[in-house]
DNA sequence: GCCTGATATTTGAAGCTTAAAACAAGCCGC
DNA sequence: GCGGCTTGTTTTAAGCTTCAAATATCAGGC
Protein backbone atom coordinates (compact mmCIF):
# COMPACT_ATOMS: atom_id res chain seq x y z
CA UNK A 1 0.00 0.00 0.00
CA UNK A 2 1.14 3.58 0.69
CA UNK A 3 4.79 2.81 1.51
CA UNK A 4 5.20 6.75 1.76
CA UNK A 5 6.60 6.94 5.07
CA UNK A 6 10.27 5.19 3.29
CA UNK A 7 10.03 1.85 4.47
CA UNK A 8 13.02 2.19 6.39
CA UNK A 9 11.69 0.65 9.11
CA UNK A 10 12.56 -2.77 8.32
CA UNK A 11 15.70 -3.56 8.86
CA UNK A 12 15.77 -4.48 12.97
CA UNK A 13 12.64 -4.44 14.68
CA UNK A 14 13.67 -8.07 16.66
CA UNK A 15 11.15 -8.30 19.07
CA UNK A 16 7.78 -6.98 18.24
CA UNK A 17 6.42 -4.41 20.78
CA UNK A 18 4.09 -5.50 23.53
CA UNK A 19 0.87 -4.04 23.45
CA UNK A 20 1.57 -1.29 25.70
CA UNK A 21 3.99 0.20 23.63
CA UNK A 22 1.91 -0.71 20.29
CA UNK A 23 -0.54 1.21 20.97
CA UNK A 24 1.19 4.37 22.18
CA UNK A 25 3.52 4.65 19.30
CA UNK A 26 1.16 2.52 17.03
CA UNK A 27 0.52 5.55 14.90
CA UNK A 28 3.10 3.62 13.08
CA UNK A 29 1.44 3.75 9.37
CA UNK A 30 -0.60 6.58 9.46
CA UNK A 31 1.56 8.93 11.88
CA UNK A 32 0.77 12.01 9.44
CA UNK A 33 -2.78 11.62 8.75
CA UNK A 34 -4.04 11.76 12.59
CA UNK A 35 -1.90 15.00 13.29
CA UNK A 36 -3.81 16.24 9.82
CA UNK A 37 -7.01 15.71 11.51
CA UNK A 38 -5.65 16.78 14.55
CA UNK A 39 -4.82 19.74 13.82
CA UNK A 40 -7.86 20.30 11.01
CA UNK A 41 -10.29 20.13 14.71
CA UNK A 42 -8.15 22.09 16.60
CA UNK A 43 -8.31 25.15 14.32
CA UNK A 44 -12.05 24.49 13.04
CA UNK A 45 -12.74 24.12 16.97
CA UNK A 46 -10.57 27.45 17.84
CA UNK A 47 -12.37 29.45 15.44
CA UNK A 48 -15.79 27.89 15.91
CA UNK A 49 -15.62 28.86 19.87
CA UNK A 50 -14.14 32.39 19.09
CA UNK A 51 -17.77 32.72 17.02
CA UNK A 52 -19.82 31.73 19.00
CA UNK A 53 -18.78 33.88 22.14
CA UNK A 54 -18.81 36.66 20.11
CA UNK A 55 -22.08 36.01 18.48
CA UNK A 56 -23.27 35.80 22.01
CA UNK A 57 -21.60 38.77 23.79
CA UNK A 58 -22.63 40.91 20.55
CA UNK A 59 -25.60 39.97 20.02
CA UNK A 60 -27.00 37.28 22.17
CA UNK A 61 -27.72 34.87 19.16
CA UNK A 62 -26.41 31.25 19.26
CA UNK A 63 -24.38 30.11 17.05
CA UNK A 64 -26.80 27.56 15.81
CA UNK A 65 -29.48 30.39 15.22
CA UNK A 66 -26.66 32.28 13.16
CA UNK A 67 -26.18 29.04 10.99
CA UNK A 68 -29.76 28.51 10.29
CA UNK A 69 -30.52 32.06 9.57
CA UNK A 70 -27.11 32.19 7.36
CA UNK A 71 -29.09 29.37 5.52
CA UNK A 72 -32.21 30.71 5.08
CA UNK A 73 -31.00 34.57 3.95
CA UNK A 74 -29.67 33.05 0.99
CA UNK A 75 -32.94 31.09 -0.11
CA UNK A 76 -35.62 34.41 -0.49
CA UNK A 77 -38.08 31.59 -1.69
CA UNK A 78 -37.69 29.56 1.13
CA UNK A 79 -36.65 26.34 2.31
CA UNK A 80 -38.07 23.15 3.61
CA UNK A 81 -36.70 21.72 6.97
CA UNK A 82 -35.18 18.62 5.10
CA UNK A 83 -33.10 21.42 2.87
CA UNK A 84 -32.26 23.03 6.05
CA UNK A 85 -31.00 19.84 8.08
CA UNK A 86 -29.06 18.52 4.89
CA UNK A 87 -27.07 21.69 4.73
CA UNK A 88 -26.70 21.87 7.56
CA UNK A 89 -25.32 18.56 8.27
CA UNK A 90 -27.86 18.03 11.04
CA UNK A 91 -30.55 15.73 12.25
CA UNK A 92 -34.05 16.75 11.26
CA UNK A 93 -34.97 16.86 15.28
CA UNK A 94 -32.26 19.25 15.65
CA UNK A 95 -33.76 21.72 13.19
CA UNK A 96 -37.44 21.00 14.47
CA UNK A 97 -36.31 22.67 18.05
CA UNK A 98 -34.07 25.34 16.51
CA UNK A 99 -36.56 25.92 13.92
CA UNK A 100 -39.51 26.19 17.08
CA UNK A 101 -37.11 28.87 19.05
CA UNK A 102 -36.59 31.25 15.87
CA UNK A 103 -39.98 30.84 15.10
CA UNK A 104 -40.77 32.01 18.68
CA UNK A 105 -38.48 34.93 18.79
CA UNK A 106 -39.84 36.16 15.24
CA UNK A 107 -36.90 35.67 12.94
CA UNK A 108 -38.47 32.98 11.18
CA UNK A 109 -41.73 32.56 9.29
CA UNK A 110 -43.10 29.18 9.21
CA UNK A 111 -46.04 27.37 6.68
CA UNK A 112 -47.07 24.28 5.69
CA UNK A 113 -45.82 23.99 1.73
CA UNK A 114 -48.47 24.49 -0.92
CA UNK A 115 -47.42 21.13 -2.57
CA UNK A 116 -46.41 18.89 -0.18
CA UNK A 117 -48.54 18.84 2.84
CA UNK A 118 -45.71 16.86 4.88
CA UNK A 119 -43.27 19.71 4.51
CA UNK A 120 -42.99 22.80 6.23
CA UNK A 121 -41.42 25.95 4.22
CA UNK A 122 -39.51 28.33 6.40
CA UNK A 123 -38.27 31.65 5.88
CA UNK A 124 -36.42 34.88 7.59
CA UNK A 125 -38.99 37.26 8.56
CA UNK A 126 -38.38 40.97 8.10
CA UNK A 127 -36.92 41.22 11.39
CA UNK A 128 -35.13 37.99 10.84
CA UNK A 129 -33.24 39.59 8.08
CA UNK A 130 -32.56 42.91 9.24
CA UNK A 131 -30.74 40.89 12.41
CA UNK A 132 -28.75 38.51 10.62
CA UNK A 133 -27.61 41.48 8.19
CA UNK A 134 -26.23 43.23 10.79
CA UNK A 135 -24.75 40.33 12.25
CA UNK A 136 -23.73 39.05 9.02
CA UNK A 137 -21.17 41.84 8.86
CA UNK A 138 -19.08 41.94 11.52
CA UNK A 139 -18.92 38.03 11.54
CA UNK A 140 -17.11 38.51 8.39
CA UNK A 141 -15.36 40.95 9.73
CA UNK A 142 -14.35 38.60 12.51
CA UNK A 143 -13.46 35.47 10.11
CA UNK A 144 -11.54 37.72 7.75
CA UNK A 145 -9.51 38.79 11.00
CA UNK A 146 -8.68 35.20 12.30
CA UNK A 147 -7.90 33.77 8.87
CA UNK A 148 -6.27 36.92 7.62
CA UNK A 149 -2.68 35.48 7.78
CA UNK A 150 -2.20 33.87 4.41
CA UNK A 151 -2.22 35.83 1.28
CA UNK A 152 -3.89 34.96 -1.79
CA UNK A 153 -1.66 32.41 -3.31
CA UNK A 154 -1.43 30.69 -0.12
CA UNK A 155 -5.45 30.83 0.51
CA UNK A 156 -6.06 29.53 -2.96
CA UNK A 157 -3.65 26.38 -2.14
CA UNK A 158 -4.97 25.64 1.59
CA UNK A 159 -8.95 25.91 -0.55
CA UNK A 160 -7.13 23.69 -2.76
CA UNK A 161 -5.87 21.02 -0.46
CA UNK A 162 -9.13 21.22 1.46
CA UNK A 163 -11.39 20.32 -1.28
CA UNK A 164 -9.06 17.70 -2.59
CA UNK A 165 -9.36 16.19 1.33
CA UNK A 166 -13.23 16.61 1.64
CA UNK A 167 -13.35 14.51 -1.87
CA UNK A 168 -11.84 11.75 -0.29
CA UNK A 169 -13.56 12.24 3.02
CA UNK A 170 -16.98 12.19 1.02
CA UNK A 171 -15.42 8.85 -1.21
CA UNK A 172 -14.66 7.53 1.99
CA UNK A 173 -18.35 7.92 3.92
CA UNK A 174 -20.07 6.73 0.33
CA UNK A 175 -17.89 3.91 0.37
CA UNK A 176 -19.34 3.21 3.49
CA UNK A 177 -23.31 3.64 4.04
CA UNK A 178 -23.08 1.68 0.88
CA UNK A 179 -21.45 -0.91 2.32
CA UNK A 180 -23.77 -0.82 5.77
CA UNK A 181 -26.84 -0.27 3.24
CA UNK A 182 -26.01 -3.55 1.17
CA UNK A 183 -25.58 -5.77 4.57
CA UNK A 184 -28.89 -4.50 6.06
CA UNK A 185 -30.07 -5.61 2.67
CA UNK A 186 -28.52 -8.96 2.58
CA UNK A 187 -29.23 -9.55 6.67
CA UNK A 188 -33.52 -8.23 5.68
CA UNK A 189 -33.22 -10.84 3.08
CA UNK A 190 -31.67 -13.59 5.06
CA UNK A 191 -34.06 -13.01 7.63
CA UNK A 192 -36.91 -13.28 5.70
CA UNK A 193 -36.33 -15.76 3.42
CA UNK A 194 -35.37 -13.67 0.19
CA UNK A 195 -33.60 -14.62 -2.76
CA UNK A 196 -30.83 -17.09 -1.61
CA UNK B 1 -44.75 41.16 -1.02
CA UNK B 2 -41.53 38.67 -1.87
CA UNK B 3 -42.03 38.62 -5.47
CA UNK B 4 -39.96 35.53 -5.31
CA UNK B 5 -41.22 34.11 -8.72
CA UNK B 6 -37.87 34.87 -10.94
CA UNK B 7 -38.39 38.12 -11.61
CA UNK B 8 -35.62 37.77 -13.77
CA UNK B 9 -33.93 40.63 -12.16
CA UNK B 10 -31.33 40.85 -14.75
CA UNK B 11 -31.52 43.44 -17.12
CA UNK B 12 -32.70 46.96 -16.12
CA UNK B 13 -31.68 47.44 -12.28
CA UNK B 14 -29.64 50.73 -13.20
CA UNK B 15 -30.02 51.97 -9.39
CA UNK B 16 -27.26 51.57 -7.20
CA UNK B 17 -27.95 48.14 -5.23
CA UNK B 18 -29.93 48.54 -2.08
CA UNK B 19 -29.13 47.49 1.29
CA UNK B 20 -30.85 44.28 0.79
CA UNK B 21 -28.75 43.16 -2.36
CA UNK B 22 -25.72 44.77 -0.91
CA UNK B 23 -26.03 42.34 2.51
CA UNK B 24 -26.40 39.45 0.26
CA UNK B 25 -23.74 39.99 -2.44
CA UNK B 26 -21.74 41.87 0.69
CA UNK B 27 -18.82 39.19 1.21
CA UNK B 28 -17.06 42.17 -1.00
CA UNK B 29 -14.18 42.35 0.78
CA UNK B 30 -13.48 39.15 2.57
CA UNK B 31 -14.89 36.37 0.11
CA UNK B 32 -12.17 34.57 -0.19
CA UNK B 33 -11.52 34.18 3.72
CA UNK B 34 -15.57 33.32 4.21
CA UNK B 35 -14.95 30.75 2.08
CA UNK B 36 -11.90 29.12 3.56
CA UNK B 37 -13.61 29.06 6.80
CA UNK B 38 -17.13 27.35 5.50
CA UNK B 39 -14.94 24.55 3.46
CA UNK B 40 -13.24 24.49 6.71
CA UNK B 41 -16.10 23.99 9.07
CA UNK B 42 -17.69 21.42 6.34
CA UNK B 43 -15.16 19.07 5.90
CA UNK B 44 -14.80 19.20 9.38
CA UNK B 45 -18.03 18.46 10.54
CA UNK B 46 -18.02 15.56 7.99
CA UNK B 47 -15.29 13.85 9.13
CA UNK B 48 -16.46 14.49 12.93
CA UNK B 49 -19.63 13.17 12.19
CA UNK B 50 -18.76 9.75 10.31
CA UNK B 51 -16.13 9.34 12.92
CA UNK B 52 -19.11 9.74 15.88
CA UNK B 53 -21.65 7.15 13.72
CA UNK B 54 -18.70 4.93 13.42
CA UNK B 55 -17.58 4.95 17.05
CA UNK B 56 -21.27 4.44 18.15
CA UNK B 57 -21.57 1.93 15.24
CA UNK B 58 -18.75 -0.16 16.16
CA UNK B 59 -18.10 0.08 20.13
CA UNK B 60 -21.13 2.11 21.74
CA UNK B 61 -19.08 4.85 22.82
CA UNK B 62 -19.28 8.60 22.06
CA UNK B 63 -17.11 10.87 20.20
CA UNK B 64 -16.44 13.15 23.78
CA UNK B 65 -15.27 9.64 26.12
CA UNK B 66 -13.31 8.38 22.97
CA UNK B 67 -11.89 11.89 22.98
CA UNK B 68 -11.17 11.89 26.87
CA UNK B 69 -10.00 8.83 26.78
CA UNK B 70 -7.20 9.67 23.78
CA UNK B 71 -6.39 12.54 26.17
CA UNK B 72 -5.59 10.10 29.19
CA UNK B 73 -3.69 7.80 27.30
CA UNK B 74 -1.31 9.91 26.96
CA UNK B 75 -0.90 11.15 30.44
CA UNK B 76 -0.13 7.65 32.69
CA UNK B 77 0.75 9.92 35.46
CA UNK B 78 -2.93 11.21 35.02
CA UNK B 79 -4.60 14.77 34.61
CA UNK B 80 -6.11 16.99 36.36
CA UNK B 81 -9.83 18.44 35.54
CA UNK B 82 -8.61 21.78 34.05
CA UNK B 83 -5.53 19.95 32.45
CA UNK B 84 -8.18 17.80 30.02
CA UNK B 85 -10.88 20.94 29.64
CA UNK B 86 -8.12 23.13 28.57
CA UNK B 87 -6.54 19.91 25.99
CA UNK B 88 -10.24 19.60 24.97
CA UNK B 89 -11.04 23.21 24.59
CA UNK B 90 -14.50 22.61 26.43
CA UNK B 91 -15.63 24.09 29.71
CA UNK B 92 -14.99 22.68 33.21
CA UNK B 93 -18.40 22.14 33.49
CA UNK B 94 -18.47 19.93 30.74
CA UNK B 95 -15.67 18.22 31.72
CA UNK B 96 -17.03 17.16 35.20
CA UNK B 97 -19.98 15.47 33.69
CA UNK B 98 -17.73 13.67 30.86
CA UNK B 99 -15.82 12.05 33.91
CA UNK B 100 -18.60 11.15 35.84
CA UNK B 101 -19.67 8.95 33.39
CA UNK B 102 -16.71 7.44 32.33
CA UNK B 103 -15.49 6.58 36.02
CA UNK B 104 -19.22 5.38 36.36
CA UNK B 105 -18.29 2.88 33.31
CA UNK B 106 -15.26 2.18 34.66
CA UNK B 107 -13.08 3.59 32.11
CA UNK B 108 -11.40 6.15 34.18
CA UNK B 109 -10.38 6.27 37.77
CA UNK B 110 -10.42 9.83 39.88
CA UNK B 111 -8.55 10.83 43.04
CA UNK B 112 -8.26 14.14 44.95
CA UNK B 113 -5.10 15.25 44.08
CA UNK B 114 -2.46 15.21 46.18
CA UNK B 115 -0.26 18.21 46.39
CA UNK B 116 -3.58 20.04 46.12
CA UNK B 117 -6.67 19.40 47.42
CA UNK B 118 -9.04 21.06 45.47
CA UNK B 119 -7.98 19.39 42.37
CA UNK B 120 -8.57 15.52 41.16
CA UNK B 121 -6.17 13.41 39.15
CA UNK B 122 -7.89 11.23 36.61
CA UNK B 123 -6.27 8.39 35.05
CA UNK B 124 -7.46 5.68 32.51
CA UNK B 125 -8.60 2.22 34.55
CA UNK B 126 -6.72 -1.10 32.87
CA UNK B 127 -10.05 -2.11 31.28
CA UNK B 128 -10.50 1.96 29.87
CA UNK B 129 -6.67 1.53 28.87
CA UNK B 130 -7.65 -1.91 26.92
CA UNK B 131 -11.20 -0.69 25.66
CA UNK B 132 -9.30 2.39 24.60
CA UNK B 133 -6.37 0.72 22.44
CA UNK B 134 -8.73 -1.25 20.71
CA UNK B 135 -10.95 1.56 19.56
CA UNK B 136 -7.73 3.66 18.58
CA UNK B 137 -6.41 0.81 16.02
CA UNK B 138 -9.91 1.67 13.90
CA UNK B 139 -10.05 4.88 14.34
CA UNK B 140 -6.89 5.86 13.04
CA UNK B 141 -7.84 3.56 9.82
CA UNK B 142 -10.45 5.62 9.45
CA UNK B 143 -8.60 8.45 9.39
CA UNK B 144 -6.58 7.72 6.98
CA UNK B 145 -9.07 6.45 5.06
CA UNK B 146 -11.11 9.40 5.14
CA UNK B 147 -7.87 11.81 4.58
CA UNK B 148 -5.83 9.41 2.14
CA UNK B 149 -6.42 11.93 -0.84
CA UNK B 150 -3.55 13.84 -0.67
CA UNK B 151 0.52 12.34 -1.05
CA UNK B 152 3.00 13.35 1.39
CA UNK B 153 4.34 16.26 -0.14
CA UNK B 154 0.58 18.15 -0.06
CA UNK B 155 -0.34 16.70 3.35
CA UNK B 156 2.63 18.79 4.50
CA UNK B 157 2.03 21.92 2.54
CA UNK B 158 -1.60 21.54 4.30
CA UNK B 159 -0.17 21.13 7.68
CA UNK B 160 1.82 24.27 7.34
CA UNK B 161 -1.33 26.20 5.72
CA UNK B 162 -3.15 24.78 8.92
CA UNK B 163 -0.35 26.19 11.14
CA UNK B 164 -0.29 29.58 9.70
CA UNK B 165 -4.42 29.87 9.93
CA UNK B 166 -3.90 28.41 13.72
CA UNK B 167 -1.25 31.13 14.49
CA UNK B 168 -3.03 33.97 12.91
CA UNK B 169 -6.64 32.74 14.99
CA UNK B 170 -4.43 32.90 18.28
CA UNK B 171 -3.33 36.20 17.62
CA UNK B 172 -6.95 37.43 16.75
CA UNK B 173 -8.33 35.30 19.58
CA UNK B 174 -5.86 36.69 22.47
CA UNK B 175 -5.75 40.29 20.66
CA UNK B 176 -9.96 40.34 21.79
CA UNK B 177 -9.66 38.58 25.09
CA UNK B 178 -7.13 41.16 25.89
CA UNK B 179 -9.16 43.85 25.04
CA UNK B 180 -12.18 42.54 26.98
CA UNK B 181 -9.75 42.32 29.75
CA UNK B 182 -8.52 45.70 29.39
CA UNK B 183 -12.16 47.03 28.96
CA UNK B 184 -13.27 45.40 32.37
CA UNK B 185 -10.80 46.60 34.00
CA UNK B 186 -11.10 50.09 33.06
CA UNK B 187 -15.24 49.86 33.91
CA UNK B 188 -14.26 48.28 37.47
CA UNK B 189 -12.07 51.46 38.40
CA UNK B 190 -15.10 53.37 36.76
CA UNK B 191 -17.20 51.61 39.13
CA UNK B 192 -15.45 52.05 42.43
CA UNK B 193 -13.59 55.32 41.63
CA UNK B 194 -10.13 54.04 41.34
CA UNK B 195 -7.62 55.43 40.25
CA UNK B 196 -8.63 58.47 37.70
C1' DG C 1 -58.60 2.51 -5.25
C1' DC C 2 -55.01 0.00 -2.47
C1' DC C 3 -50.51 -1.64 -1.06
C1' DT C 4 -45.59 -0.66 -0.57
C1' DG C 5 -41.78 1.87 0.00
C1' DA C 6 -39.89 6.40 0.35
C1' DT C 7 -39.89 11.06 2.29
C1' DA C 8 -40.94 15.07 5.83
C1' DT C 9 -41.48 15.96 10.26
C1' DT C 10 -42.11 15.40 15.25
C1' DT C 11 -41.37 13.37 19.65
C1' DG C 12 -38.81 11.42 23.61
C1' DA C 13 -34.82 9.95 26.00
C1' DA C 14 -30.17 10.47 26.77
C1' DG C 15 -26.24 12.86 26.55
C1' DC C 16 -23.36 16.90 25.38
C1' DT C 17 -22.31 21.82 25.93
C1' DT C 18 -22.07 26.41 27.52
C1' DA C 19 -22.25 30.32 30.67
C1' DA C 20 -22.61 31.91 35.07
C1' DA C 21 -22.79 31.51 39.88
C1' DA C 22 -21.18 29.33 44.00
C1' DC C 23 -17.61 27.04 46.70
C1' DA C 24 -13.30 25.48 48.28
C1' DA C 25 -8.48 25.80 48.59
C1' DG C 26 -4.16 27.63 47.29
C1' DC C 27 -0.99 31.67 46.98
C1' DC C 28 0.96 36.10 48.22
C1' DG C 29 2.11 40.33 50.12
C1' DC C 30 2.24 42.76 54.06
C1' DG D 1 -1.62 34.88 59.84
C1' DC D 2 -4.90 37.79 57.41
C1' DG D 3 -7.09 39.82 53.73
C1' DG D 4 -7.56 39.43 48.75
C1' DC D 5 -6.79 37.48 44.29
C1' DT D 6 -6.38 33.34 41.66
C1' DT D 7 -7.35 28.65 40.48
C1' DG D 8 -9.98 23.97 40.43
C1' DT D 9 -14.27 22.10 40.60
C1' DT D 10 -19.21 21.62 40.83
C1' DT D 11 -23.81 23.06 40.10
C1' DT D 12 -27.75 24.90 37.61
C1' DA D 13 -30.47 26.40 33.77
C1' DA D 14 -30.95 26.60 29.11
C1' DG D 15 -30.09 25.06 24.85
C1' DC D 16 -28.05 21.95 21.40
C1' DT D 17 -27.62 17.32 19.40
C1' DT D 18 -28.22 12.62 18.22
C1' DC D 19 -30.72 8.39 17.55
C1' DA D 20 -34.69 5.83 17.18
C1' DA D 21 -39.48 5.36 17.05
C1' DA D 22 -43.87 7.21 15.71
C1' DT D 23 -46.89 9.96 12.32
C1' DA D 24 -48.34 11.62 8.21
C1' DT D 25 -48.12 12.15 3.43
C1' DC D 26 -46.62 11.18 -1.07
C1' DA D 27 -45.62 8.42 -5.34
C1' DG D 28 -45.89 4.26 -8.14
C1' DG D 29 -47.37 -0.09 -9.51
C1' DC D 30 -51.14 -2.98 -10.09
Redesign the pocket.
Same mark, same amino acid.
Given at each position: MHDRVSVDETAPEPVPLDHEAKALEAPAEHAAELRLWLRLLTLSTMIE /?EV??RL !? @?RFDV??? +?F?LMAQLVRAPDGM??????KR $? $???? /???? /??? @? !?LVESGHVD +?RV?Q?? +? +?????RLTEEGRAAFRAMAVEHEAWIAEMLGGLDAGESEALMGLLGKVKASTRTAIDANARARTEEARTNSNAGTGGPR
Open positions: /GRR !R @ETLP +RDTLSDVS $M $MVSN /GNVT /GLV @E !R +RSTD +R +RAQVI
